[in-house]
């Protein structure tokens, strides 16, 4: 099946840095999204994005399909930020969302 | 405000007990799929049905496990009998597919199952 890779496993940062998160997959997709599983476990939807950039707020997605990446940037990041960022594309044949093994992110004060 | 839901959101139940999940899509989409979050596996997927036809449950321990979708808005995953390793939380998902597109996925707020 498809793998789909996520770096860094974990990042801190300190209220107001920018980081950028990466998802590699190994196969072309029509498909991908980013979560964020915040503190008390909700999956929240950031970004469907199968090709090019897309912005929300402080938040921001490329996904470049040729070359099987997708980028999250958070800019000016906040403590509510914390939590576990997830992307996920299908699997062959149109199945299922795969998730990758996610970014651990800790934004202190 | 369409979303999934799903009952119960907390279950703590005893080792041998049938547990039954419950998820309501979102009112129009045409596939739901089942997912287990554990810190081991990660989000691993369990079942997975379009226009509520089963097409993928091979994630999931067919001894013990089940999923059905009695209903356009109502699908259900049972667990009989229960084991403590099946301590988890469990999503259920909706989305749409268009001809060779996923669209957008939704996830509802996860069932976290205890067993003891």
């Known amino acids: 099946g498809i793998q789909v890779e996520q770096s860094p496993p974990d990042l801190i940062l300190q209220e107001g840095a920018n980081s950028t998160l990466r998802c590699n997959f190994s196969d072309s997709v029509n498909n991908l999204q980013w979560f964020h599983q915040n503190p008390w476990g909700q999956l929240i939807n950031l970004f469907y994005i199968p090709s090019g950039t897309k912005q929300n707020g402080r938040l921001s997605a490329t996904t470049v399909a040729t070359e099987r990446y997708s980028l999250l940037y958070i800019s000016s990041s906040q403590t509510t930020d914390s939590g576990v960022y997830f992307c996920a594309v299908p699997g062959a044949g149109r199945r299922a969302l795969t998730f990758g093994s996610g970014t651990r992110l800790q934004v202190q004060p | 405000d369409a979303r999934v839901t799903q009952t119960p959101r907390h279950k703590v139940t005893e080792m041998g007990q049938e547990v039954t999940m419950r998820c309501q899509p979102i009112l129009g989409h045409n596939t739901v799929f089942w997912y287990r979050q554990t810190m081991m596996q990660g989000l691993e997927l369990l079942a997975y049905?379009?226009?509520?036809?089963?097409?993928?449950d091979s994630g999931m321990p067919k001894d013990r496990f089940s999923a059905e979708m009695p209903d356009a808005t109502l699908a259900t995953l049972k667990i009989q009998p229960s084991e403590p390793r099946d301590s988890a939380v469990y999503f259920c998902a909706s989305g749409l597919v268009l001809g060779t597109v996923n669209t957008e996925a939704f996830f509802g707020q996860g069932t976290r199952l205890t067993v003891v």
């Open positions: 049905f379009r226009n509520r036809a089963p097409l993928d």
